[in-house]
Structure formats: C-alpha cells, structure tokens
C-alpha cells in the first residue's frame, strides 16, 4: 500500500509460493487384516500433502526404487506382514515419508514360555506358573505331552496344579486363519529317592561285611553310619564294606546299618536301614582227642562243634554218617578239619593221628615131629617188643618136650600180636596127593610127598601096575613129573607109590618106616 501524512491506501497482495513437497497427512487401504489367499489385491489411498509426483515404496532406504506412482495404489497383497511407505517429490525435493501396515492375520507362535521353576521337587505344592511371550493369535492354546493333545487351558498366564512327573508344555496361537506352530517348556519333576535293601543279613565274628544288593533310585548322595562300633571303610558310597572294631566281644549280637540318601538337587531324602546279625563262630570238637592206633587198625572218631565238615585227605576216610568218620591211616598222618556252621561260619582244627608199628611175630607153620626131642620155638625178635607166653615166661624164645598148642602176645607201646603153634612130636605126618595130571598147565602137574618134619629123608619108589619100577629118588623133596626112568611119558592109570623113612634125630637115628599107597596118573 501507499502511505502518507494524509493516511494510507488500501493494500493489494501477491502470493509467493515455495515449492517444498509436503508430506502425505493419512495413507488408508481397503482390506487390512485378512488371511492368506483370502483377498485377489488391495488398493492403498493418501491424502494431503503436494508435490509433483506421489510414490509408492517399500522401505526408506536411500536410492531404493519406488514400487509405483500415483493414485490409486493397486497392489497383490502380501503373505506377511507388510509396510509400505509413501511420500511426495518434486524437483525441489521430497517429503518426509507416511506409511500403513498390512497385517496379514497368521497366527504366530510365542517367542518363549517363561515358568518361576523350570525344576521343582515332586510334592513342590504350589501352582505352575507359565508366561509365554511374543507371537500373534486371537487364543493362546496350551497344550500336554504334545502338541496335537487335547487342549489342557488357554490364555496368558495360566496357572496348574502341582504335577507329579516331568511333563512338556506346549503352547501355539489360533485365529480365523488357523493355528502357529508350538513352543515347548519342559517342568522337571524331581522324584523323591528311593532305598531299595534287605532286611536281615548275618556274618561271623571277625569277619568284615561288604554291603551289596543295594538299590537307590533318584540320589547320588550317601551316608551310611551305624549302631555299633565298627567302621565303614568309605561311609559315602552306595556299596561299603563294615568293619568290626577288633575288641568286639565274640558274643551273638547285632547292629543296624543305616543308609540315609538325598534326593537329587537335595528334593527330599529317605532312611532304610538293614539288621546285621553276628553269628558266633564254631568250634570244632574231635573225639578222642589225644589217642593213637596200632598199624592196620583203625578208629571212629566223633566232630561236634558244626553242620558240615571237610577234611583235607580223603584217602582211607570213611563216613559212618553225619559227623561220624572211621580213619584208617597207613602211617601216622596230620590232618586238617575245616567245619561249617548252620550260619555258615568257619572253624578249623588240626587232628594228629600217630599210626604205631606192631611188633613182629611168627611161630611158623604146625609142627609135627618125628623127633621126641625138645623144640625151641622163635617168636620172630621184633625191636623193643615184650613177649608173654602160654605158660607165662617172656622170653622171646619157648622150648617145649610136650606135643601141644602153643601161643605167644607180643607188644610195644600198647599195639600188640599173637601167634599160635601146635607142636607133635614123636610122629611125623606125612602128606600125597592122589591123583596129578602133568600137562603143563600149571595145575597138579607134579606128585609131591609133604613131610612136616624136615629132618626126616628117605626114598620114593613109583611102580607101573605090573610092578616095574618107573621112578626113585633118595630126596624126598623132589617131586615125580609122570615120566618113567627113561624119560618117557608114563601112560595113564594107577601108580603104586612107596617111602622108605627115618628121622635124623638123635634117639631115632636109623629107624626106618615105611608108608605106601596109590596115586591116579590123568593126561
């Protein structure tokens, strides 16, 4: 306007316009929140804002390439969530950008299941607590063992009862569209521990006891202790062994062996214990005790003291029956004996049986005598033995003028022998055969005169049956084969045989006897 000290004119005015693009006020599209392959395409409008040309794009990354240009913007919609972004341009430059989010309405699965415990004690209480996180549904579905189960609850958080086992959480979004996969979170359940041991064992005093068959379940942490005195020899393992203070009193007894577990991440624990009998040991008995036997003898010997015995040679060892046995040694032996309980705890013993010699003796075979002298008779002079005889003197020799029997003991050291003799004298006996067959099989192949009385010599005269003379001899110890004075085989038949006999004896000397008789030749 024009102005001056009259006043001023009115104001006429041009418009001076910038050309800055200015930016979009609203973007809207006509389908949003659809589901997949629901929709052939969708149509995206802006409003407001200026500038030359209005772009279409789908990221503001510097120098990226425009996805169209202009009103409307017609597009396939997408599989996924989607945001374009629009703005003006011109040669002045470009606007800042507007954009829409596409939601493409698949459901989609938690990110995570977060829990207050993942691990709780088995009797823990309290609720279970679970809170998933992330993904995109209209329903959070829960689910138990799998995800395909019968649906358990849903919501966010949700909240169960105490479980008792380890169980797998499953957790997935539903809408129209469908339903996400699943997410797992595994609770684990502690199981309280379990002591699995026997009752009653026994051992014998002395003896160390090792602890087996025993069983634990859910724990790995140990601690045996007992009632006694005695000691384990590692009390923090499952499979100790216990042993015995060495001044305990060897009396039947008992003590408890206690074993208390942890259950793992220390849930729970439990106690068993196991009742250790102590069995005294046996103590073998062998009757007689102190004794010996005499050579070929033998003894019953009685154990007491065990159920069962084992003696450690078998050779010339008899069972009579339970605990009775008949030892018959050939020299003194020592033996061991090792015996059983009903408990089955052992004893041994050592047993010395001494086998003593019997003396020596032998009056030799009957005698009879053509003789009247008086015999000397020899009981065989055994080394220290002591002699008695029939008529009480004990020397080691006896002489007699008497035909009788005759008898000796000889002893030492408590073993003793005995022999008899009959003794005649005055008479001779004299002994042949009556029949022979020599055909060298070794059986009665020779016609023998047996004379008791060896001093006693003579002749033996063999006659066929017509009377010749088939064989002499001035031995009488020599025997006729059945061969004539040729050498020639005598037939079979009957044999006159004759001796001429005297003794050498002093009062008989030269007094001669005759005996005959017949003899049956067998081929």
Known sequence: R???????????????????????TSVTVDTNNFCVNSVDHITLMAYGGHGDHLRWYSNTTPGSQPLATGLPFITYPPVDDTRFYV???????????????????????????LAMHDTICSGYGEQIVLEAYGGRGDSLNWHIGNCNSMLSKTGNPVYFDNILSSADFYANYTNNCGQSDCVMK??????PPRIILKKADSVCVGSAYHINQVQV????VFKWTSSGSGVFDNDTILNPTYLFNSNYNEQADSVYLKLRVEGNDYCNSAVDSLMLIIQPNPVISVYPSDTAICYGESLRVELEGCKDYFWNLTENITIISSGFYR????????????????????????YYLPVIDKPYVNLGPDLYMQSCEPVIIDAGGSPGANYYWSDGSRNRTFSTETSGNYWVVASNDGCSVSD????????????????????????????????????VGGQLYIYSRNGSSVFITDDLSLPWNGKDLNGELCPPGVYVWKIVYSSTSKNLSGIEKMLSGTVILLR
């Open 2 to 24: 024009w102005e001056n000290t009259c006043g001023v004119s009115e104001c006429t005015e041009i418009e001076i316009v910038v050309d800055i693009p200015f930016p979009v």
């Open 87 to 113: 703005r003006w341009e011109n040669t002045c430059g470009v606007s800042v950008f507007d954009s829409i989010d596409i939601v493409v309405n698949t459901p989609r699965p938690p990110d995570s299941i």
């Open 186 to 191: 595994q609770i684990i359940v502690l199981q």
């Open 217 to 220: 379940q859910n724990s790995d």
């Open 327 to 350: 030892l018959s040694p050939k020299q003194s032996q020592q033996y061991i004996i090792k015996g059983v309980s009903v408990s089955g705890c052992i004893d041994s013993t050592g």
């Open 420 to 455: 008899t003799i009959y003794i005649q004298l005055c008479e001779t006996n004299v002994f042949t055969p009556n029949a022979f067959s020599p055909n060298n099989d070794g059986k009665n192949d020779e016609f023998r005169i047996l004379i008791t009385d060896k001093t």
